[in-house]
């Protein structure tokens, strides 16, 4: 039948979109007319609905529609209707969906979207329906549409379903859970790169349409592909990136620099309206003139602008030996992305390549502050537009300029009237009454924000002094304040600090002195004690005391540090005032201090194959560490200072607490996972061993190297350094070191899948502990146990369980013997692993369990990774399904965390198992 009368097809399509329901009269006079009703609409609807009816009973199809009191209702069945038929067989795909049948949810979806033959009432020339009623059936649509691609993708048809999907995206291109399965499909079926290219259009599409950027799902999706991480089949992900909030407090009062920040919000805007290139800013001037002050005021105050985060670093640019390469910078970045330890590629390029991909389509705000030169800034700029990049530095970076495009603001002194109003501010209305003091102190001063700071905490914490008085000295003063008003200024304001220092006692001035030998970020009272070759007690005494005079801050409880300028002052007052021999005395005590401590905190967390080390200074003040968990709580919080320290033993030619420091790092580097830093730290300190040619140490540098390539699965370099090792030991004939390294050699031969070599590696090693130790040398013992349940586990690798049995099981009862917990859950898991593959899988369950919760207590996480895997394979074999889904669940997310490679192997078999299901 066909209804050819357009305002007749218009009443009845109003009334078909709600059959079986009244629809006033109101209503379908708006469908007809919209907002231009006739004089007598109530008399035309009436005619069109007589026709109506007239059409409908001589078509056959019956007295259909029904008159109400100024309304009318059509009655037809659900089933007579395409949406309706819609609507039914959508509810059908959700029972199919409560019930977890997807194969009846895809069906039912599928028929419910045949029912669709083009746009809905396209035929239907109303201008209301299409504004109001269009709308919610398209979504209906959409929304059916994007479920049963979902469906599609769990059943695993993501090949099937990307022609679809391009096709989609093209018609829909606003609609971002469209591209989001595309996406996921790409990703799924090996096309990475095509998954990338089709984010990179929705967010051209997405800011050439609407000016938006893509969504957090859309971006975090983004971020896993970028990552290699698998996504779930509706598009979101696990282990997306990290928001960091890494700003630093303001600074309090500010005052200010309003131009400044006007010419940085302008820059703000710059950055919204190019999106192609980050916006770059440099921010140079003097040394305290308030470069670090403004950035942070400002970053502060726009940071809810960008809702990727903000990352923050202190490039040490102008700090002796102390400025950070861009790998380091690199490394934190992408750590603090949330970025895990094992996917952190090593090397500057690898490094900028992940960066610069990660960063890509964020919208970050970056402070760099401190900058040496454009070679320490360039690796760290992101490629593409969204981020605004800050950068601090004491000279123009003309370099970063030129090759950047950057925006440079060249921040000069206070004016008077600012100047006046931050002592003002913080010392309160009292200095209103010595105007012309503050005036003098002012123009003395610079208006240098620095030295203003001083003596505005001078006044404050002395109540004997006066800003008449400071004013008086700084008149009758002769030194470098003067030449801060020179054309080319420089900081050097030591007459400044001179108020604050000379106020010290004898002591507290000598470990100021003292201080800037320490190389570190901050320092402890214990490590500052030893350099000052004092008690601890007294120690503690003296740092409040220079902390009371804004000497040094107590940057978090228990650890102190002091500014750059500050530093400067007191290198130039030890190089004067302190003796060559008390200086090298002094740093020697630091230096043994981190050795001493380290060696007692390696001890604690694995007291065997320690190298020994020579006599430390006699009055070096340790650490006071009573247990594991100190240790590791100790190794954390000097982690950077012991980096620092390493290259200060290597550059004052005491190369042996450079790399004897650096082996003492190496068991807490592998409990925490730090692959990255025991690389580099023991790369330097090979490189340091050459250098002073010392074979034992490079022999002891290559094991270690040796044994976190393994880790890292980088099978040929671990290798080579183990056969380096090795070939030196042999050389200089010491029997016990190439004991170890042989232990070493067979776990990275069997790492690398060369098991016959591996026992081979174990055994000859087994027997050279067997000449070299006695019953008493525990250290001896241990290691020999060691090597037996590396001897047992190749073993079973090689299909031999009875014999791998015997031999860790005797590996274990030395190990339980001689009290170590390490060793013995590595051998449990190997016990473990020889009851699985015998079928014994009860008794495999408790070994496994048992390393499990040794692993848990030593906090050895890659260990508890490993174990949990082979838990579940147990339980699997048990028939107790649930219970190794759980292990196995648990064991990814400490792969997870952890950027393990076998964090891809137990995903692609949980999802095996839940297709199965």
Known sequence: MQISAPKHRIVLARLLVDAGRIVSLEALAQAVWDAEPPADPRRAIQLYVTRLRAQLQHGGAGQLIHTHSNAYSIDVKPHQLDLGRFVSLREEARRAAAEGDLEREAKALERALAQWRGAPLADIPSESLHRETVPHLRELWLEALDRRIVVDQRRGKHADLISELVDVTAKHPTQERFWARLMSSLQATGRRADALDAYHTLRRVLSEQLGIDPSDEL?????SILLDAAPSASGSTAGALVVPRQLPPGVTPFVGREAELARLDALLLERDRDRHAPVVVTVSGTPGVGKTALVTHWARRVADGFPDGQLWINLHGYDRGQALPPEQVLTRFLRALGLPEGRIPAGTDGLVDLYRSIMDGRRMLLVFDNARDAEQVSPLLPGAGGCLVLVTSRRPLTGVVASTGADPIILDLMSTQDARQLLERRLGDGVDAESAAVDEVVRRCARLPLALAVVAARVATHPQFSIRSIAAELASAEGPLTALAATDPVVDIPVVFSWSYDALTVDAARLFRLLALHP???????????????????????LRELGDAYLVTEQVPGRFGFHDLLRDYAHRLTNSQDSREERLASRDRCLDHYLVTARTAAELV???????????????????????EQALAWFRAERHVLSAVIQQAADSCRPDRSWQIAASLVEYFYREGYWHDWVRT??????????????????????????????????????????????????????????HALSVGGIVLSSGGRQREALARFQRGFDLYGEVGGVE???????????????????????????????????????????????????????????????RYEQAIGCYRTALDLARRLGARHMEADFLTHLAESYDQSADRRAADLAWKQALAVFTELGHRDAHRVRSLLRERRTKT
């Open 219 to 223: 971006q975090s999706l983004h971020a």
């Open 520 to 542: 570190g970020p901050d320092i402890t009272p214990a490590a500052a004690a030893s350099l000052a070759g004092t008690s601890p007690e007294s120690a503690k005494v003296l």
């Open 606 to 628: 694995h007291p065997w194959q320690l190298p020994a080390f020579g006599s430390p200074s006699t009055d070096v003040v340790a650490e006071d560490l009573r247990d594991y």
């Open 682 to 739: 023991s790369s330097f300190a090979l490189d340091q061993a050459i250098q002073h040619g010392d074979r034992l140490e490079q022999a002891r540098a290559h094991r270690s190297l040796a044994r976190v390539h393994a880790r890292l699965g980088h099978a040929e370099t671990a290798l080579e350094h183990s056969d380096l090792g090795i070939r030196l030991l042999e050389e200089i004939d010491d029997r016990v070191e190439l004991a």
């Open 777 to 839: 040398d525990e250290a001896v013992t241990i290691a020999r146990a060691t090597t037996l349940n590396g001897i047992g586990w190749v073993h079973a690798l090689l299909g031999d369980y009875e014999r791998s049995l015997a031999c860790c099981e005797e590996a274990l009862s030395t190990l339980i013997e001689r009290g170590d917990p390490f060793g013995q859950a590595a051998t449990w898991d190997s016990i473990g692993y020889a009851h699985h593959h015998l079928g």
